[in-house]
């Protein structure tokens, strides 16, 4: 699962193996297969580094299955942004 952040500041958990394509225009839009779409806060750069980033968790605990996993740090608010 990958963490994005909607407009209003909640965050949520998406998974990005259900994403079938993402639109910046000019707000990153995540399409689901199912049709359920999601604006968020995120470029669409930084929700593609995400996925990468998960992708390559799923493969490194595949490969070394005695590898216990560790969620990612949520992402620390920017200055003068409230939670």
Known sequence: MIIVTRLNRTRF?????????????PDTTLIMVDGATFIVRETMDEVITQITDFRAR?????????????????PRPEFGEMR
């Open 58 to 74: 799923v493969l490194a605990a595949a490969a070394d299955p005695t590898r216990s996993f560790t969620p990612p740090s949520p």
């Open 13 to 25: 958990a998406v998974n990005p193996d259900l994403i079938e394509r993402i639109q910046a225009a």
